[in-house]
T-cell receptor, first 112, second 114 residues
Framework: GNSVTQMEGPVTLSEEAFLTINCTYT??????LFWYVQYPGEGLQLLLK?????DKGSNKGFEATYRKETTSFHLEKGSVQVSDSAVYFC???????????FGSGTQLTVLP | EAQVTQNPRYLITVTGKKLTVTCSQN?????MSWYRQDPGLGLRQIYY?????VTDKGDVPEGYKVSRKEKRNFPLILESPSPNQTSLYFC????WGQGGNEQFFGPGTRLTVL
């Protein structure tokens, strides 16, 4: 079956630090990959996505590249801000399935 | 404004007292689903619906029921809640089509079962 493994948190960084949150997956077929963000007290919002190998998704300074050879979709940002403090979820959808399979989430706290 | 709404946002109840959490979307999406979010486990799908009168079990359906009588509404029913159903619940919807479609989430319902 499908599964997503994320690096365990929590992650605490200082403002302007470099961020990497690792995500690897197992899936049948050719999945679409997503990063969702959950700000405190809110629902999940799509941050970025990639639908085929070597695609790079990007949004709000975050980016992630779909690496089929390493089955990875690591999230990166060059300079984090306090407002980036949130929980980040890696997810996949495989083939014709409509279900999203989520990782366990990574709590990010950015200190001023 | 395109959105998924859930009610109530917060609910404290007692074991065995039936409850319903409502979910509604105004985007004419075919696909709707319910997730529960628990620490360290991420989001796990409870039930989903591919269209009106079409529902199916997700990964953790035990203790839950759903119905899809109208396209826009997808209520989650707990006939006899138990403390292990204390969780944060999210409703989501997305259009039918390619797998890359974004799933839109409601704001969440925090349920405590005493």
């Amino acid at each position: 079956g499908n599964s997503v493994t994320q690096m365990e948190g929590p992650v605490t960084l200082s403002e302007e630090a470099f961020l990497t949150i690792n995500c690897t997956y197992t899936a049948t077929g050719y999945p679409s990959l997503f990063w969702y963000v959950q700000y405190p007290g809110e629902g999940l919002q799509l941050l970025l996505k990639a639908t085929k190998a070597d695609d790079k998704g990007s949004n709000k300074g975050f980016e992630a590249t779909y690496r089929k050879e390493t089955t990875s979709f690591h999230l990166e940002k060059g300079s984090v801000q306090v407002s980036d403090s949130a929980v980040y979820f890696c997810a996949l959808r495989s083939g014709s399935a409509r279900q999203l399979t989520f990782g366990s989430g990574t709590q990010l706290t950015v200190l001023p | 404004e395109a959105q998924v709404t859930q009610n109530p946002r917060y609910l404290i109840t007692v074991t065995g007292k039936k409850l319903t959490v409502t979910c509604s979307q105004n985007m004419n999406h075919e696909y709707m689903s319910w997730y529960r979010q628990d620490p360290g486990l991420g989001l796990r799908q409870i039930y989903y619906s591919m269209n009106v009168e079409v529902t199916d079990k997700g990964d953790v359906p035990e203790g839950y029921k759903v119905s899809r009588k109208e396209k826009r509404n997808f209520p989650l029913i707990l006939e006899s809640p138990s403390p292990n159903q204390t969780s944060l619940y999210f409703c989501a919807s997305n259009p039918w089509g390619q797998g890359g479609n974004e799933q839109f989430f409601g704001p969440g319902t925090r349920l405590t079962v005493l």
